[in-house]
């Protein structure tokens, strides 16, 4: 067929994959967890911290390319993404949780590797913010069929929680087998170097997704919670939120990368960064449940603009580090997020207004960074700061 010769159709296959599993995972979790195995938000947050640990490790993703190409890695990182959530219904306990999240997390984090390396090969630096977004849009739909059926599996036909993770993860494994057996393995601007590559030029990058990092794990951990804790969602009405983002992100996706096309990443981020900074301080005093989802909805649409920083690296960095810096990137990435949701778990039970204060402040600095971004990046050209040479 010859719609599985092109190379956009593998990312868009991937881009389904991954959320088949983890949207089925994250919209069940918070309930699974405290309905099955009575968490509280301290092991809620030692969940949370235990499942960035794959993300920090995602690094050695240079060392495995010695031994498998890319889409194959890709194709393995997806199946034990389907494995581990097909797994997690069937240990309703807290050790078992952690196991089954650990799992399903090295798949998860070394799929998105693997897609964020491919989508820099693949895609050219004038139609990558373009590519992009319709990966982020298939994501979504995706996850709107997901939340769709989870809605009403749960509400019309009151399906067991343990059956609905099976399913989601038998699906995300049949895709895998497809990436691995229906594609040609496509090759990119240059041959990846298999060590790791850490440059000082990358800096105001590498500083963007450590903050990126941090802001975004409050919000997964932690936004949700609420929604539940607070306000008392249920599973179902969190599908229903979930599938209310879903919807915006298919149509808006595609739209903010021509936005990033037409703006350039400067901008782009500034907008997206000043727009967390009102979010998280709203959580942070909120106190009705229909304020709270439209700041989940909000947050969601401005997380779509973070295809410019990817952007912003596609324009500065040399292509043969696209692959290894895929890796260093997500484990910077998660170097916070380890960490914070054990910390912020404890802070949680003192005061859930300032954990998402927290959030605020980490926005604001990504902020003030930010304004370091060129109007026009490029090698040399990194930061307003770089002197790029005559």
Known sequence: MKWLQRPEVLLYVM???????????????????????????????????????????????VFLLWLFREQTLAALSLAVLGIGTALTGFFPSVIGLYLTTVIMSIGFH?????????????????????????????????????????????EWLQVSLTYIYLAGGIGTVLLAALVYRGFPHFKGEAEQHRKMIVRQRYWLYYSLTF?????????????GFLMVE??????????????????????????????????????????????????????????????????????????????????YFKKIADPADFAATAGVAFSINHIAAVLLPFLLGFLWIQSNALVFMVGSGFAVFSLLLSQLVPAHPEQGLETRLSRKPA
């Open 110 to 154: 070394y799929a998105e590797t693997m897609s964020q390396s491919l989508s820099l090969q693949l895609a050219s630096k004038e139609q990558l913010p373009v590519v992009l977004g319709r990966m982020m849009a298939v994501g979504s739909i995706t996850g709107l069929i997901v939340f769709g059926l989870l809605y009403l599996l749960l």
């Open 15 to 61: 881009a389904a994959a991954i959320p088949l599993s983890f949207a089925t995972w994250q919209a069940l979790i918070n309930n699974f967890a405290i309905e099955q195995a009575a968490f509280s938000g301290i092991e809620m947050g030692i969940l949370q911290s235990l499942r960035e640990i794959p993300g920090f490790l995602a690094f050695a993703v």
């Open 230 to 311: 607070k306000f008392d969602f249920s599973a179902a009405d969190l599908a229903l939120l979930f599938l209310i983002n879903g919807v915006l992100t298919f149509f808006l996706a595609p739209r903010i990368g021509r936005l990033v096309q037409c703006w350039g990443e400067k901008k782009t981020l500034t907008l997206e960064y000043a727009g967390l900074i009102v979010i998280f301080s709203g959580y942070a005093f909120v106190d009705n449940a229909m304020i709270a989802s439209l700041l989940y909805i909000l947050d969601h649409i401005f997380f779509a603009m973070a295809i410019a920083l990817k952007s």
């Open 211 to 223: 903050l990126s990092g941090a802001r975004r794990q409050i919000f997964v951990v932690f936004a």
